[in-house]
């Protein structure tokens, strides 16, 4: 076997532990309990803020 299969191999192979181990990573951190905080601990009320711009006519020069 020449060395540029070996090495497409190789890659290959590591190509497919680091997304098998990608996926177990996913898995586990999916699984954690996820609770929202407490209404209690906002100390306001979060304010929207909306910019909209209207353009138009774009003015030749």
């Known amino acids: 076997m020449d ?3 070996l ?3 190789i890659t290959g192979v590591i190509s497919i532990i680091l997304a098998i181990a990608y996926l177990i990573l996913v898995q586990l951190l999916d699984y954690r309990d996820m609770k ?4 209690s601990q ?3 009320v979060p304010a929207i803020i909306s910019n909209c711009w209207h353009i138009d006519k774009i003015a030749e020069v």
């Open 3 to 5: 060395r540029s299969k």
């Open 7 to 9: 090495v497409a191999i």
């Open 36 to 39: 929202p905080a407490p209404i």
């Open 42 to 44: 906002f100390d306001q």
